[in-house]
């Protein structure tokens, strides 16, 4: 390489390669693209460097965001799952169905959903290897009972409380 190639060549760091600019004009041109929602993604996480981050694990990845019904269902379902799972009310006393409803303000057809919501989840934990009766401590005998036989393809019956 002669002096006059080598005044005239540069690089760019991995700071430059992740910075503000670049990432914007990154997402600008993958909208334009075809791509849509980069933008928006830019201005909720306003960090370029999660932004590369979030691509290299996601690249090709089709991402389906649900309906905000369905996260509030899953919130719900989330709340009542750990509650049902690990929630104590003293030393000596697990929170039982009754109690939960009772937190949390809901009837027992509201209990049914949640508990729907519950048992796909363990299903699909156990199909994807990591089955919650292995990967957690459950407080609740009737809850292992549960697991137990959606394994087997039984369904559990509702709670008398």
């Not at 190639?5 to 004009?25: F, G, N, P, R, W």
């Not at 929630?87 to 809901?106: F, Q, W, Y």
């Not at 009972?145 to 369904?155: D, E, F, Q, S």
């Amino acid at each position: 390489m002669t002096e006059k190639e080598s005044k005239l060549s540069y690089e760019l760091s991995d700071e430059e390669l992740a910075c503000t600019e670049m990432v914007y004009i990154t997402c600008t041109i993958l909208e334009s693209r075809g791509y849509p929602g980069f933008m928006e993604l830019f201005n909720v996480l306003n960090d370029p460097a999660l932004i590369m981050k979030l691509i290299r694990l996601f690249y090709g990845t089709t991402i389906k965001f649900p309906p905000l019904q369905e996260v509030v269902d899953c919130l719900r379902a989330s709340e009542y799952a750990y509650t049902d799972l690990h929630k104590k009310i003293n030393d000596k006393l697990v929170a039982k169905p009754l109690d939960i409803r009772t937190h949390m303000g809901i009837d027992s057809k509201e209990e049914a959903k949640l508990l729907e919501i519950f048992d796909q989840w363990v299903l699909y934990m156990k199909k994807v290897g990591y089955p919650i009766d292995q990967m957690m401590h459950i407080n609740r005998q009737n809850t292992r009972k549960r697991i137990k036989n959606l394994y087997k393809g039984k369904r559990w019956k509702a709670s008398k409380y």
